[in-house]
């Protein structure tokens, strides 16, 4: 028999009380003893750019029957939000614990358009004691796999994973093995608006449960641009639905239609998370294993993406407990990605690292709720701004570190959405009403707040409205202590961050060989490099490999006539190059 354990969670209750005069909502908190597997399974279901456009946040345009499930067996959390409008940087946050801006991980991407701005390209570099929070429960005995997406703004060291391919499953793992399983799914990706319309292939494999003998139509080529025609994509609901299009888009036959194509591709994305639990019900695992929903930012649409709005930071988050344990409720507290990190460990029982920038919000290690978020922008392929926000749960307070440039930047990507076109088209026509034109203002505020009850839409600046100055100020300052707590600075250019970063070389830095040694026996193995992980694989006498790299953690016997491959790898660093070691020499 399992042991169990109980895990003490803070849940929000919401009930509705009628009297004659009123209708008002009372909260109720509860503190709920959940009975929970020693070392749960973890499952997290991420998908992309994914704003509150389903069922259980009060959008019932497209049918979720999986994800409405999801809900009603477990606890929707409304105030999920992303460290950045865009999902290189926000990864980076949920892979390390750590704010992008604070790890040189903001600029998307680190390593692309260096042809325009003249940085080389270089990957993220966070403190030394960093590792990624998959590596942390891989020491713990989990089993952990990506299926697929990475873009985490380094290269992921081998420890990270047991397995990240397309073909990543917790069915490869050893019995009874506890898991922690990643499935991304990208159907709702933002180049999903783009023409000609249609699914990809090779979401096709979620309903192959991680068969390595599946090839999806087209395999080989790339897995964004090889799609279904639109004859041959599934229709989840009718093309000539009423949207409730949001005022800052034009009401226009190409906004209705990529509408469409949203909705319609979060009915797909609904249709392979289904799958997916199938797999997990049909194994035994249900009732063994805490199942988290979120996307990875905010929606796809225009001033939705890359924007510290709302639209572009907040995104639904769902998590289903074993047993149903409170079913149906909702908690309204405000959570960052950079929570995440210490969450896992939280409720796997290990205490959260000393360096982690989040906070636990359940578990045996969780806190008290946050009282503000945080959000970052900067690069944008080849445009740059600099852009901090901070909120709680009524105001954002936005500061412009480039007041004189607009907030429109010409991204060619986000240029291929039709409604973009559109938008732009509008513009030079003089078309578009003063809410749409806003975005094309040729200058920003140095500061802007909004009252995100009232303007959900984040569009009346209240900055200069004497009635909230102290709101102002107190946001204000919990910016500035934010920046100064995470070594933040928005004015530091690209090229003196990847100086910072790379401690005034011109190269990016190396990791230097692991060390191996025999002592008493056993093989021991370091490395010079501080903070680096050591990888290592075992070759057995017929030269065969072993399938995974394993974590170095103390020393061990080598088998007699095996051979040794190991490597090191800080995070942002080059891994050093492999050493073969065999025990007979």
């Known amino acids: 028999m399992k042991p169990f354990k109980l895990l003490t969670i803070l849940c929000l209750c919401f009930f509705s009380c009628q009297t004659?005069?009123?209708?008002?909502?009372?909260?109720?908190?509860?503190t709920v003893k959940i009975k929970l597997p020693e070392r749960p399974n973890i499952l997290w279901l991420v998908t992309e750019d994914m704003g509150a456009y389903i069922p259980p946040f009060g959008d019932s345009t497209v049918a979720t029957p999986n994800l409405s499930k999801l809900a009603e067996e477990g606890v929707t959390y409304p105030n999920l939000y992303s460290t950045s409008g865009v999902c290189a940087p926000s990864r980076a946050?949920?892979?390390?614990?750590?704010?992008?801006?604070?790890i040189g991980a903001n600029h998307m991407r680190v390593n692309s358009y260096s042809e325009v701005t003249g940085v080389p390209k270089y990957e993220a570099i966070p403190p030394p004691e960093v590792k990624m929070i998959s590596e942390l429960l891989r020491k713990q005995g989990y089993y952990c796999t990506n299926n697929y997406k990475t873009d985490y703004q380094f290269k992921a060291p081998v420890t990270a994973w047991d397995e990240s391919s397309p073909y990543a499953h917790w069915r490869n793992r050893t019995e009874n093995q506890p898991f922690f399983a990643v499935?991304?799914?990208?159907?709702?990706?933002?180049?999903?608006?783009?023409?000609?319309?249609?699914?990809?292939?090779?979401?096709?494999?979620?309903?192959?449960?991680?068969?390595r003998d599946y090839k999806w139509k087209n395999f080989g080529k790339s897995h964004a641009k090889n799609r279904m025609t639109e004859a041959e994509t599934a229709i989840h609901l009718p093309k000539d639905t009423k949207f409730n299009i949001p005022p800052y888009l034009p009401n226009t036959e190409a906004t209705r239609r990529d509408m469409w194509k949203l909705y319609n591709n979060i009915g797909e994305m609904d249709s392979q998370v289904g799958a997916v639990l199938k797999q997990l019900?049909?194994?035994?695992?249900?009732?063994n294993t805490i199942i988290f929903f979120y996307g990875d930012h905010g929606g796809p649409l225009p001033r939705e993406k890359r924007l510290i709005y709302d639209s572009g930071l907040n995104t639904p988050m769902i998590i289903r407990f074993p047993n149903k344990v409170m079913a149906g409720t909702r908690d309204e507290q405000?959570?960052?990605?950079?929570?995440?990190?210490?969450?896992?460990?939280?409720?796997t029982g290990e205490e959260p690292k000393h360096y982690l920038q989040g906070q636990a919000f359940l578990g045996e290690y969780k806190t008290e709720e946050r009282n503000y978020i945080h959000a970052a922008a900067d690069r944008f392929d080849g445009f740059t701004d600099a852009i901090r926000a901070v909120r709680d749960n009524q105001y954002k307070y936005i500061r412009n570190y480039k007041p004189n440039q607009g907030y429109y930047l010409p991204v060619a990507y986000r240029e291929k959405i039709p409604t973009m076109q559109e938008l732009l088209k509008l513009k030079e026509e003089g078309k578009l009403d003063d809410i749409q034109m806003q975005w094309f203002r040729e200058q920003k505020p140095n500061e802007e707040l909004f009252d995100c009850y009232?303007?959900?839409?984040?569009?009346?600046?209240?900055?200069?409205?004497?009635?909230?100055?102290?709101?102002l100020n107190e946001l204000s300052n919990e910016?500035?202590?934010?920046?100064?707590?995470?070594?933040?600075?928005?004015?530091?250019?690209?090229?003196?961050?990847?100086?910072?970063?790379?401690?005034?070389s011109s190269i990016q830095p190396t990791t230097l060989e692991p060390l191996i040694a025999v002592e008493n026996g056993k093989i021991t193995i370091g490395c010079e490099t501080k903070g680096a992980s050591i990888s290592y694989k075992l070759i057995d006498s017929r030269e065969k490999g072993l399938k995974k790299w394993e974590i170095y953690q103390e020393p061990f016997i080598l088998p007699k006539g095996a051979k040794l491959e190991v490597r090191a790898h800080r995070i942002g660093f080059i891994p050093s190059r492999l050493i073969t070691f065999s025990g007979s020499k």
């Open 20 to 30: 004659k005069k009123e209708n008002q909502s009372k909260i109720q908190k509860e």
């Open 281 to 287: 019900e049909e194994d035994g695992l249900l009732e």
């Open 183 to 211: 499935f991304n799914f990208t159907e709702t990706h933002e180049s999903g608006l783009f023409e000609p319309y249609g699914f990809r292939e090779i979401e096709t494999r979620y309903y192959k449960a991680g068969d």
């Open 93 to 102: 946050a949920i892979a390390t614990g750590m704010y992008p801006s604070s």
């Open 479 to 504: 910016m500035d202590e934010w920046l100064q707590a995470i070594d933040d600075n928005p004015n530091l250019s690209e090229s003196e961050l990847v100086s910072k970063l790379w401690e005034g």
């Open 454 to 471: 009232a303007d959900p839409h984040e569009l009346n600046n209240l900055a200069k409205n004497p009635e909230y100055q102290e709101k």
């Open 334 to 347: 405000l959570i960052s990605f950079i929570d995440f990190a210490p969450t896992l460990l939280s409720i």
